[in-house]
Nanobody
Framework: EVQLVESGGGSVQAGGSLRLSCTAS????????IGWYRQAPGNECDLVSS??????TYADSVKGRVTISKDNAKNAVYLQMNNVKPDDTGVYYC???????????????????WGQGTQVTLSS
């Protein structure tokens, strides 16, 4: 059974840090494209960051503040978020596919695997 399980979400103050984790099982993890999507309130769900074979991509809105990393031995992908901003609020989904990920969730939904999501909220 294929599973992607996210964890690490929660409430964080603006300027704070958070690390999201995604643990995978049931498919060939090492060669897969793994990414983090964000569904922010009122916005379209889109790709925040992805990683494959050491090559990473980042949305312009998170460049310099977010780092994606992958541990093949643990079948895990991490998203380190620093200097968190209000626009970072949303539900973060981990996704995996054997081919490069589409930018928008709607274009990626039918391809590959998805987790259930983890909520990131900024506290006042």
């Amino acid at each position: 059974e294929v599973q992607l399980v996210e964890s690490g979400g929660g409430s964080v103050q603006a300027g704070g840090s958070l690390r999201l984790s995604c643990t995978a099982s049931g498919f060939t993890f090492d060669d897969s494209y793994i990414g983090w999507y964000r569904q922010a309130p009122g916005n379209e769900c889109d790709l925040v960051s992805s990683i494959n074979d050491g090559f990473t991509t980042y949305a312009d809105s998170v460049k310099g503040r977010v780092t994606i990393s992958k541990d093949n031995a643990k079948n895990a992908v991490y998203l380190q978020m620093n200097n968190v901003k209000p626009d970072d609020t949303g539900v973060y989904y981990c996704a995996a596919a054997p081919t490069p990920l589409h930018h928008y969730c709607n274009h990626q939904r039918d391809f590959g695997y998805w987790g259930q999501g983890t909520q990131v909220t900024l506290s006042s």
